[in-house]
């Protein structure tokens, strides 16, 4: 141990025990002239004979040095700085080599961070381990209450949450933030604290805690909304338009339960009646709307706490009206939180990170062989090293030592790369009304992954050139230069590494070409209305407090100031936003005088004010519009669509045809108007049957606590429509909150998945290309280089232009078509694991994989042109003189 | 004169434990460790400076000497190295390792 600790602090004090060692061995000389002196030797003869005493001063010195040294890390050490010397010698080499690796190890690492933040790292919380979840999505308040009830015997503690979507604004547009109702032990369960005040606690959960309503804020909302004042608790916070005090700061880091959402804004529960007030759910048996999440007992498996559970399940879901409370209730583990955009990325997310590993891989590739050609063109310097004794083991760590440089500039580098790019993908999955939000902290997960990203690709770099070494003997360099004929051995590793890229290449270009057609496929579908002109404006009516029964009349308020905007052809309103992944829907559907009976697929239900449709673009076929004297105590009326008809009433004409749905079986709806087919959760279902209902026939007592102010504006006036509506909106109803967009962005929204991996798969696809193509041309343009006393010699035999660039053709069509053979293989193979990505691809489909080959064939060809043309115009006279 | 005596004569570990007897009487620098060594044998042992520096190294990378500079007796800088208290210990366990060693051999040669 301390032999150790002295030979490390030697290591860091070498120079000057080297000038100890060497002082002193003089010394020793000076000693021993001095005793010769003594005996009577001249001055002269006395140093002569005690050097010739000494022998060699370094030679000892080394000898005496060598009992300190670590052997290997001195050699190493010795290794490390002629390799850098080396790179510092071939700049363009050095910076080619390192931007491609920092490219290819920065985009995987981004990818990986992304994977990792949502799908691997455990929540930042006390023993993430013993959480677990229960399954399967939301509860009801009462559900919640009874798990509460049971939670001494049954765990080591347990909190509910309801993620939410704040409005912190206090007038008008609204300030949309992720936020949540919290039960109060969250965060004692949780073991997260406060960095400022308190955060929410049980006492909180009655409703009348000390302080009023309060709330909790994460630091980000502190920093970013108070500055990080240190006053912060205390302060006032507008919540859904209802004031709330500051209490409390959550720790940076703590994002809330679910992973994918910052949550800023955490309220107890018994906030939520101030805020939705008449129609608050907390006593409300039937609503599913929040998840409940336990802390295992230590010492007791996850089976047992489940068995525990369900004996207690009949009194626990007592009441609930869904289907799934009587399913037997599950826990599982959750050590990394909850999250709906796992499910939802998780596939995309890996054929990704599979995808740019691709490239990477291209790209060490493409790196080898570089190392190998300048491997080979330092021939003669290594062969001179093995000469003068170097083992070739020792040459071999020489190279690899090099290569594992790059490949940790390369990280280094890739790491800035992936911080920023992770970022920027993360920020294009969020939508108009949805934040994604990921914590993508480099943690040790990150980091290893790249540290064995950095060294494989070291590794795969590194043994070509090794492999290629093997051609080089002592001595052997200064014989041959450059003299090489068809069929040497030293080409095979290159064009190995060739016909790879070719495959990995041709793989991620049928993947880029799939998910662009699958991309392009989705925006092509038709939608049945014309989103162009739309603007739409979110109203929120719960916001000002007043009973859901004053809606009715304060939308139609609205509506018409609205309309009367200048540059807006008309304003109508919708209660349903379509286009959102769900919306209003009935199973249970009855044609005539049958009773409604169980549906699949359910039929969508919108309500709409009259005129929506001609604002939408969607064609009336038959019958009418909804009128002014559809309302409260009218006959009931409803429009359905084309689908709707062929489905339910095939060959009946529909027009006064009646239409009854759900238990509601008394009301009988009778269809006045048959409208054009329009997409309605997502245009990936295609056109579905769709029944609309007027507005103003809705029972006011179950008003929308929120719907969608539809305009139809005059292109080129768009800002200025904006703009003017929010204006009268709020003069209209200072109470009303609202959040402004488009159709178009609607519409983009559904696609966000599909745009990013098209974008993505095409970006990789291209840069695979690119380096195949430069990899292509390097190996193509070394092969003529080396064989050109070859090609001197053929051309001085007679050989036309034309037959050497056939012979350099030849040579590359070999490489490509077995790249292609390898590469159609492999993406047949790998399809099957992107197949649930695609929408209306045939994964398999020929033509696409005869036109990903003629990319990769031209991309071939371009690169080997320009070499080929070279040899082409070779002068034999002077090769061959030269040679 | 030339240099007699390298550490592959001597049984392995011997020179070592001669530096640190030689060094009992106080310190000494290397030069002083030869001439004491040389004296101190009848002239029989001639320590090499291409085996003794290697020693004086390998004994200070185990702690048991201690170097220091200062003044010679006429006035040049040179190292003195001193006995530490492992090395003391050391020389006491290598001392009767030799005993027993030499005593075996005897054994061995009388035989």
Not at chain 1, 260 to 276: C, K, N, Q, W, Y
């Amino acid at each position: 141990m301390t032999t150790l600790f002295h030979r490390l602090r030697h290591l860091l004090r070498r120079s000057r025990h080297d000038a100890d060692l060497r002082e002193e061995i003089e010394a020793h000389r000076a000693l021993r002239q001095d005793a010769f002196e003594r005996d009577g030797l001249s001055r002269e003869d006395a140093a002569h004979a005690s050097r010739r005493a000494l022998g060699s001063v370094a030679l000892a010195a080394d000898d005496a040095r060598d009992v300190w040294a670590m052997r290997a890390v001195e050699s190493v050490w010795q290794d490390l700085r002629i390799a850098l010397r080396g790179l510092r010698k071939s700049p363009g080499f050095a910076v080619v080599a390192i931007a491609t690796l920092a490219l290819g190890i920065g985009a995987n690492t981004a990818l990986f961070s992304i994977f990792s933040g949502l799908i691997l790292r455990p929540l930042p919380v006390r023993d993430p381990g013993s959480l677990a979840l229960l399954l399967n999505g939301t509860w009801s308040y009462p559900i919640w209450q009874e798990i509460r009830a049971r939670e001494p015997e049954l765990f080591d503690g347990a909190f509910a949450w309801s993620a939410q979507r704040f409005d912190l604004s206090s007038r008008g547009q609204t300030e949309p933030v992720d936020g949540a109702y919290v039960s109060g032990q969250l965060f004692d369960v949780l073991g997260v604290t406060a960095i400022r005040g308190r955060m929410i606690t049980p006492s909180d959960d009655g409703g009348a805690a000390t302080d009023g309503p309060v709330a909790v804020i994460s630091s980000r909302l502190w920093r970013q909304r108070f500055a990080g004042a240190g006053d912060v608790v205390g302060r006032r916070i507008t919540v859904q338009r209802v004031p709330f005090t500051i209490v409390g700061v959550m720790p940076p880091g703590f994002f809330g339960p679910d992973v994918g959402r910052m949550t800023d804004v955490m309220l107890p529960f018994s906030a939520e009646p101030l805020i939705r007030r008449q129609e608050s759910r907390l006593a409300s048996k039937s609503s599913a709307w929040l998840q409940i999440m336990v802390r295992q007992r230590p010492g007791r498996g996850l089976e047992q706490t489940n068995a525990a559970l369900r004996a207690a399940q009949p009194q626990i879901i007592e009441g609930a009206t869904w289907s799934r409370a009587r399913e037997p209730l599950t826990l599982a583990p959750a050590a990394t939180g909850n999250s709906s955009l796992r499910s939802r990325f998780e596939t995309p997310l890996f054929a990704m990170v599979v995808a740019v590993g691709l490239v990477l891989l291209v790209a060490c590739a493409n790196i080898a062989s570089l190392f190998l050609a300048r491997a080979l063109a330092r021939r003669r310097e290594l062969s001179v090293r093995l000469a003068l004794g170097a083992s070739r083991s020792r040459i071999a760590r020489l190279l690899l030592i090099e290569s594992l440089i790059v490949a940790a500039l390369g990280a280094a580098i890739g790491l800035a790369f992936a911080k920023w790019s992770g970022a920027l993908l993360v920020q294009q999955l969020s939508t108009w009304q949805t934040t994604v939000s990921l914590d993508l902290a480099l943690d040790w997960r990150v980091l290893a992954f790249t540290a064995a990203l950095a060294c494989l690709s070291a590794i795969i770099a590194g043994v070509a050139p090794v492999l290629g070494l093997k051609s080089v003997a002592p001595g052997d360099a200064i014989k041959d230069a450059g003299r090489g004929i068809a069929g040497d051995r030293r080409f095979a590793v290159r064009s190995a590494l060739v016909v790879a890229q070719v495959a990995v290449s041709l793989v991620l270009v049928v993947g880029a070409g799939l998910f662009l057609r699958t991309f392009a496929s989705l925006n092509q579908l038709p939608l049945g209305f014309v989103p162009g002109p739309l603007l739409v404006a979110e109203l929120n009516l719960q916001a000002s407090g007043g009973p859901p029964e004053e809606r009715g009349a304060r939308v139609e308020r609205l509506r018409a100031a609205a309309a009367a905007v200048p540059g807006v052809r008309s304003a109508t309103v919708a209660a349903e936003r379509i286009l959102n992944g769900g919306g209003w829907s009935s199973g249970l559907v009855g044609i005539g005088d049958a009773q409604p009976s169980l549906r699949r697929p359910a039929l969508w239900l919108n309500a709409t004010t009259p005129g929506w449709f001609e604002t939408m673009g969607t064609p009336l076929r038959i019958g009418r519009d909804f009128q002014d004297g559809d309302r409260l105590g009218s006959v009931p009326v409803v429009i359905v669509n084309d689908t709707f008809v062929r489905r339910f009433l095939p060959g009946e004409p529909p027009i006064g045809q009646h239409v009854r749905i759900g238990r509601d079986t008394a009301t009988r709806y009778e269809i006045v108007g048959v409208v054009g087919d329009a997409v309605y959760a997502t245009p990936r279902d295609g056109m579905v049957a769709t029944m609309y209902f007027p507005v103003a026939q809705q029972q006011p007592k179950t008003f929308w606590p929120t719907v969608l102010l539809t305009i139809n504006a005059a292109p080129g006036q768009r800002a200025a429509v904006e703009r003017d509506v929010m204006r009268v909106l709020t003069e209209a109803d200072p109470t009303v909150a609202f959040t402004f967009g488009t159709f178009d962005q609607l519409v983009e929204a559904t696609v966000t998945q599909e745009r990013l991996i098209a974008m993505l798969s095409a970006f990789f696809g291209g840069l695979a290309l690119l380096l195949a193509g430069v990899g292509l041309y390097g190996v193509v343009a070394h092969a003529v280089r080396a064989r050109q006393t070859e090609i001197g010699l053929r051309m001085a035999l007679g050989a036309a232009p034309s037959n050497i660039v056939r012979l350099v053709f030849q040579r590359v069509g070999v490489l490509i078509a077995a790249g292609l053979a390898l590469g159609l293989g492999g993406s047949l193979w790998a399809v099957r694991f992107v197949e649930t990505l695609l929408f209306q691809q045939e994964p398999r489909d020929p033509m696409m994989l005869a036109g990903a080959a003629a990319v990769l064939v031209a991309a071939g060809v371009l690169a080997a042109w320009m070499p080929a043309w070279r040899a082409a115009r070779l002068d034999p006279a002077t090769v061959l003189r030269e040679g | 004169m030339g240099l007699t005596n390298t550490p592959s004569d001597l049984l392995p570990g011997t020179l070592e434990l001669l530096i640190l007897k030689s060094l009992v009487s106080g310190a000494k620098h290397g030069y002083g460790i030869v001439e004491h060594l040389r004296l101190a044998s009848d002239e029989v042992l001639r320590v090499g400076e291409s085996a003794l520096y290697p020693a004086l190294q390998r004994l200070l990378l185990n702690g048991w000497v201690k170097a220091e500079w200062g003044a010679s007796e006429n006035n040049r800088r040179a190292r003195y190295y001193t006995l530490t208290a492992a090395g003391r210990k050391q020389l006491a366990a290598e001392r009767a390792e030799f005993d027993r060693m030499v005593g075996a051999i005897q054994q061995v040669l009388t035989t």
